[in-house]
């Protein structure tokens, strides 16, 4: 495990992933070292603290399918293979996604998630905007730190069900981009910008060069 953790240290992000990738991240996922995982992760993710953003995380190709792999593995499901992995690779085809997390105080009264704007800026200063976007409220007291990007890749966060009088306690934004964008030798993507109503919220250096 030290050995393929030393590998993905080495790599940038990869868009297209072969079937020995795919072989890496989901024995990363499937690890019995939490230690192993956790440092692995730690890059993606970006404590902000800054109300009402709580934190970011990057998720690229490899990492989406880690992220799969270990999610499964904590459910009791190892059958996750590499033809799975293949899959869920070809399903979101060279896309890195950033998930916002959101808590908001719990007497506000909001109705829907407030429109958030999560975009790229490069390195000559220029916007990517995101491919698609979701959008997902949350009902419930957030997961404890070090939770993963939920959900794994889909972007499609799990519905839950308020009552009537249930507030809105946070929400959860899962923009997805053209990793070919990102990443052109000429004019990289340096940070991620998040704004509401034109209000920047933070403005996040990032290296993809340094993820896998």
């Given at each position: 495990?030290a050995?393929?953790?030393a590998?993905v ?5 990869e868009?297209?992933?072969?079937p ?5 991240a989901?024995?990363?996922g499937?690890s ?8 692995f992760?730690?890059p993606?993710?970006?404590d902000?603290?800054?109300?009402p953003?709580?934190?970011v995380?990057i998720?690229?190709p490899f990492r989406?399918v880690v ?8 459910a009791g ?5 590499q033809r799975?992995g293949?899959?869920l ?8 996604s950033?998930?916002a ?10 109705v829907l998630?407030?429109q958030?704007a999560v ?5 000559s200063?220029a916007?990517i905007?995101?491919a698609s976007v979701?959008r997902a ?15 794994p890749?889909a972007?499609?966060?799990?519905p839950?069900?308020p009552?009537?009088?249930q507030p809105?306690?946070?929400a959860?934004i899962?923009a997805f981009?053209d990793?070919a964008?990102?990443m ?7 940070e991620?910008?998040i704004?509401?109503?034109g209000?920047?919220l ?6 993809l060069?340094?993820?896998?």
């Open positions: 495990m050995v393929l953790l590998a240290g080495l790599c940038a992000a868009l297209d992933l072969d020995r990738a795919v072989l890496d989901i024995a990363l499937q019995s070292f939490d230690d192993d995982r956790l440092r992760h730690r993606y993710h970006i902000v603290g800054r109300s953003l709580d934190g995380d998720v690229t989406r992220i799969e792999a270990e999610m499964r593995a904590r499901d190892r059958r996750f293979g799975d293949l899959a690779v070809g399903r979101f085809a060279r896309q890195i950033v998930h997390e959101f808590t908001f105080h719990p007497q506000n009264t909001l998630v407030p958030y975009r790229w800026r490069t390195a200063g916007r905007e995101p979701d409220p949350r009902y419930f007291p957030k997961i404890g730190a070090g939770a993963l990007p939920m959900p890749g972007g499609v966060v799990p839950s069900l009552g009537r009088s809105m306690l946070g959860t899962v981009f990793g964008g990102l052109k030798p000429e004019d990289p993507a340096r991620v910008v704004e509401e109503a209000q920047e933070a403005r996040l250096p990032i290296d060069a340094a993820l896998r």
